[in-house]
């Protein structure tokens, strides 16, 4: 049974930062396709951050250069680095996963089959 578990997400001021955790178990992070999505309210759900099995990674124009996914293969775990963070971060953020070829933030949502409870952040001006 594959699990996603999130934590980290909270309330900040602009400029703040935030790492959020994504703990997985019934698969092996290191050998899928790991991401993050963001759904604000009343806005479609879209895709911040990907890490491919082969270590390569997308992001989001919108957060290129200030969002930074890794992982810990050790405690099988994928991590969002949030600096900088806008207001218009402010979004309710979800850890997900598939295992299927193709790994970007330019996947459809709907193939990804593995989602977390999800982890709110709010950023205040």
């Known amino acids: 049974q594959v699990q996603l578990v999130e934590s980290g997400g909270g309330s900040v001021q602009s400029g703040g930062s935030l790492r959020l955790t994504c703990v997985a178990s019934g698969i092996i992070a290191s050998r899928a396709c790991m991401g993050w999505f963001r759904q604000a309210t009343g806005k479609v759900r879209e895709g911040v951050a990907t890490r491919s099995d082969s270590g390569s990674t997308s992001y989001a124009n919108s957060v290129k250069d200030r969002f930074t996914i890794s992982q810990d293969n050790a405690k099988n775990a994928l991590y969002l680095q949030m600096d900088g963070l806008k207001p218009e971060d402010t979004a309710m953020y979800y850890c997900?996963?598939?295992?299927?070829?193709?790994?970007?933030?330019?996947?459809?949502?709907?193939?990804?089959?593995?989602w977390g409870q999800g982890t709110q952040v709010t950023v205040s001006s």
């Open positions: 997900a996963a598939r295992l299927y070829p193709g790994c970007s933030v330019s996947v459809a949502r709907d193939n990804f089959p593995y």
